[in-house]
Structure formats: C-alpha cells, structure tokens
C-alpha cells in the first residue's frame, strides 16, 4: 500500500488538506488500490486559517520519512502564519530528500512556495496562487518558470493555481501513485463521474 504524508502548517485552508483526505480515504472504501494518509505537522496542535484547530497524527521528527512515498502541501494564508511553518527548514529538508529520490509532492496553492524555497523547482515548471502577483514573483525569484494554468506537473512534482484545483491535484496524486482504473474508480464512489447501465 503507497502511503502519503499530509504535511499541516499553521494556517492551512482547511479545504485544501480535506482534498487529500477525503480522494485517499475513497481508495481504502471504494477504490482497487488503498492508499494510507497520514497527517504530520511540526506542533502538536495546527491552527487553520478559518479557525479550525486540528491535531497533526505525528510531528515529523516522529515519523521515518523513507516509509512513504509521496508528500501533500495544502496551501493557507500568510496572516495565519502558514510561512511559519511552510519555510521551516525541517520541511524543506523534507521536500528536498522527496525530490532526490524521485518521490511524489504535491501542493495546493501557495504550498508551492515551500517546494520553490526549498530549490527543488529550480529550472522546473511550476505555478502558485494566479491572483497573486507577489507570490508568482517570489516564485520566480527562486528561479522556478511560472506558467498561468490551474495545475502544473514537472516530473514529481504537482503545483496548482488555487483551491479550485484542490481536487484535481488529489485526483492527479491517486492516479500517479496507484492507476488511472483506481482513480476512475473513486471518482465513480465519489459522485465525479455517472455510473452508466445500473
């Protein structure tokens, strides 16, 4: 069974972490090939943008990162401290050791700006939150290529626009790490698609 790391910073948006959540937790009832979720923060408690407080499963120093094989960044916003988190070099080193391995990351929003800080987009395709010209400059001063679309792969590394692509990202990381039959399948348990002939 693949595992992820949801990684939860101070600040995330709540939807963009329940996206992951909810896509892998349709593999374990639904889909052909499970995939285990596990949240991971750096505190022991995480508060999210829009007031929600939520408990992180494991602190990272918990955890052994080479039981896993793919890292999740939801987004959040910076007045609710997401950089505090999302630039800690705890986690860049984290994405750094994914990257050198191949492994899986994906981001929702401005969750990749840690991937781009981290220098593992250097030279790479990538794109962060669209109305946010800041967040696209310093993006590029970390040397990444920008590009104006919803959802950017580059190799192993999924970026997105903003939490309308939520979704998709969470869809594309089942696809990637299990088939494109599982996430057919999940999308069918999940409403996306019509069964047809029942």
Known sequence: MKKVILFLCQGLEEYEASVFTDAFGWTTTYGLEPIELVTVG???????AWNFTIEPEYQLSEIDINDFDALAIPGGMSRSGFYEDAYDERLLSL????DSKGKLIASVCVGALPIA????LNGRNGTTYHLSKKRQTQMEEMGVNVIQ?????DKNIITSRSPSAAMDVAFNVVEMLTSTANLERIKEGMGFVEKTGV
Not at 42 to 48: E, F, G, N, S
Not at 95 to 98: E, G, N, Q, S, W
């Open 149 to 153: 679309a919803p959802i950017v792969i």
């Open 95 to 98: 994405i750094r050791d994914f």
């Open 117 to 120: 800080k981290s220098g593992v």
């Open 42 to 48: 750096l505190r022991p408690k995480v508060k999210c």
